[in-house]
């Protein structure tokens, strides 16, 4: 995409996080919608053009009551959202619709209107890994970090330390759903979930949504909101299979999706302020730091046990405590951008100072697809 | 789901189930690039080629990786080990461990496995591997 054509102008998550009793799927969907929509001065009207995953975009549509031009159901897993920041802004630029609203909305903890996902016993995935007696995510995003830990000498320690950390950030959160610091001891000695596996080095299951509205960067002038402009963008896909995974200590999808958009931006890793990697399980922001190429392969859990990502460190790395302490409602990579955008915005609780390019790098359905955005305050 | 999950063949990987149940382990290999590869497909996914073949596999490999699931999951009883494990051939497969507890200090990776075969129903038997002779 063309650098800094098009902006978010709405980001707003719903009114509550984590516990969500009297609202369904479809109903986190509209509030985060209806709460973006308004701080930035829209109506319904003004939409016509939706995107959303999880959820069936026409429900979303009809729900609403948007008559789009353009609509985009991808759905690749949690990063579904990056990918349809970088559709969006392609549809913007080719004239396809002119005002865009993105929603997610999921009643991960209360499970209230959730769709079921099928489950078809002719996949692949039910015929090769299912049978084998893997289900939930733990046992299977988990799988490929005992070959790591072999080839590059990473420690449980330092494993538990992406956990601890994050809780640092989660701290200064408000909104966090886990806010008191945590020790590497606490993580190591919190139940075993799938080994090498605790309970603390795994994501939340809350309930929640966001949402974001997207125009072209011209139209974002005359806003009530601070523009946040989409600088660089990417995405990639590999296997649905966890077994199939090309290279079991890196992903193939973050290293296309992540040389994308930081070519798409024009940036080098210096030029980037804040930077957030989905991390539905401690390993991710390991595999997320060294296959975006801000340290080489194997380094990345010394880099965050040494203190690099926490606040204070040089690069801040999931500065709303992430996945494993903010919130997690299945599909996270939709408050991971939300984080992004309070941090462009300059109104995060941990903000980072004077921050002008965050990098947004989110992973879907275990290592299968990856979607990264390049987000600045600052056009130049 | 309540039951443990049965696979389903299709038409492109009945060849696959149809060896198991015979106590074959068959992978499928690519006459134009001569990579094998897996899971079953009538083509070869390195280079696009139709002409491809089915191949028994000799039904060893080593221990690539591994979790120990501490998870409910229906027809197993948790602690138990699941693997990934790379065949002579190549190429990796997902299996149980059986034979061995479901105990790091048991589990070495790159340790010789060697392939059995767990009846699941009448049609369905499924690969699984164990600690090499
Ligand atoms: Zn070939």
């Not at chain 1, 759905?75 to 005002?99: D, K, P, Q």
């Not at chain 1, 289900?135 to 449980?156: C, D, H, N, S």
């Not at chain 1, 539905?280 to 975006?292: Q, R, S, V």
């Not at chain 2, 061995?100 to 038997?125: H, Y």
Request: proline share 6%; hydrophobic share 35%; charged share 20%.
């Amino acid at each position: 995409m063309k650098r800094n054509s098009v902006a978010i102008v709405g980001a707003a998550e719903t009114t509550d996080l984590g516990k969500i009793p009297n609202l369904s799927q479809i109903g986190l969907h509209a509030d985060a919608a209806l709460n973006a929509l308004a701080e930035c001065g829209l109506t319904i009207k003004d939409i016509d053009g939706v995107a959303t995953a999880g959820h069936d975009v026409t429900e979303v549509v009809h729900y609403l009551g948007i008559t789009p031009k353009w609509v985009d159901n991808t759905s690749v897993g949690g990063c579904s959202f990056m990918l349809h920041v970088r559709h969006a802004a392609a549809a913007i630029n080719s004239g396809l619709c002119e005002t865009v609203l993105i929603t997610h909305g999921e009643s991960g903890r209360n499970r209230i209107g959730q769709l079921n996902r099928a489950i078809f016993p002719s996949l692949f995935q039910t015929q090769f890994e299912q049978p084998y007696g893997v289900t939930f995510p733990p046992t299977r995003f988990t799988i490929p970090v005992m070959r790591y830990m072999k080839e590059y000498g990473l420690t449980e320690e330092q494993l538990a330390s992406v956990a601890v950390v994050q809780r640092e950030w989660a701290a200064k959160q408000s909104r966090a759903s886990f806010r008191d610091p945590i020790t590497v001891d606490d993580v190591l000695s919190s139940k075993m979930i799938c080994y090498p596996f605790r309970l603390l080095m795994c994501c939340l299951v809350t309930d929640g949504g966001g949402a974001l509205i997207m125009t072209s960067a011209e139209r974002a002038k005359d806003f009530p909101t601070k523009p946040v402009y989409v600088r660089g963008t990417g995405e990639s896909a590999e296997t649905p299979l966890i077994s199939q995974m090309e290279d079991f200590t890196s992903s193939r999808a973050f290293r296309v999706s992540g040389k994308s958009a930081f070519e798409e931006a024009g940036i080098s890793h210096s030029d980037v302020d804040h930077l957030m990697i989905y991390d539905a399980f401690a390993h991710l922001p390991i595999y997320g730091l060294e296959d975006l190429g801000f340290v080489k392969p194997g380094e990345g859990g010394a880099f965050i046990a040494d203190g690099n990502t926490r606040p204070g460190g040089q690069l801040p790395l999931n500065t709303n405590g992430g996945g494993l302490s903010y919130m997690h409602s299945g599909m996270y990579g939709m408050y991971a951008l939300q984080e992004g955008m309070r941090q462009m915005r300059g109104v995060s609780d941990a903000q980072v100072e004077g921050a002008e390019i965050s990098v947004v790098h989110g992973v879907g359905s275990m290592f299968g697809a990856a979607g990264t955005i390049v987000l600045t305050n600052n056009p130049g | 789901m309540a039951e443990r999950a049965i696979p389903t063949p299709t038409p492109e990987s009945q060849h696959y189930w149809d060896g198991t149940k015979q106590g074959e382990l068959r992978i499928q290999a690519c006459n134009t690039c001569e990579q094998n590869y897996f899971p079953p497909r009538p083509f070869c996914p390195k280079c696009g080629s139709r002409d491809v073949k089915v191949v028994k596999a000799s039904g060893k490999g080593k221990l690539y990786s591994y979790i120990i699931n501490h998870l409910p999951s229906p027809g197993f009883t948790p602690p138990f080990t699941v693997a990934i494990v790379e065949l002579e051939e190549g190429v990796r497969l997902m299996t149980n461990l059986l034979e061995v507890e479901p105990d790091p200090a048991k589990l070495e990776l790159d340790m010789p496995l060697e392939v059995t075969f767990e009846k699941l129903t009448d049609d369905i038997s499924l690969p699984q591997f164990k600690p090499a002779k």
